[in-house]
């Protein structure tokens, strides 16, 4: 079984900055694809960014050169560093990972339980 932990939500003011972390632990061979979903009340949960081993990464339109995404492999955990902070990102962010627990090429989809970022206006 795999684990994912978040941390690094909160409340902060528009324009402030929040770092997110998302360790992944347990049976892991290796760490395809790591990424932050978020869900807003009322909305349906969206991609924020992911990171595709061997590939670039990807981000929303609406984060697009606020948000930096970033992944240490060693410790299997990435991270979500953002900056210029809008009340319409207040929702709760979830990390993704699709994992690898064997050499084989069978990949699972694991999820967090989800850390709550508010930002006041």
């Known amino acids: 079984q795999v684990q994912l932990v978040e941390s690094g939500g909160g409340l902060v003011q528009a324009g402030g900055s929040l770092r997110l972390s998302c360790a992944a632990s347990?049976?892991?061979?290796?760490?395809?694809?790591m990424g932050w979903y978020r869900q807003a009340p009322g909305k349906q949960r969206e991609l924020v960014a992911q990171?595709?081993?061997?590939?670039?990464?990807y981000y929303a339109d609406s984060v697009k050169g606020r948000f930096t995404i970033s992944r240490d492999d060693a410790k299997n955990t990435a991270y979500l560093q953002m900056d210029s902070l809008k009340p319409e990102d207040t929702a709760v962010y979830y990390c993704?990972?699709?994992?690898?627990?064997?050499?084989?090429?069978?990949?699972?989809?694991?999820w967090g339980p989800g850390t709550q970022v508010t930002v006041s206006s």
């Open positions: 990171i595709i081993s061997g590939s670039s990464a």
């Open positions: 993704r990972a699709v994992v690898r627990t064997t050499p084989l090429p069978l990949d699972y989809q694991y």
């Open positions: 347990g049976s892991i061979f290796s760490v395809q694809v």
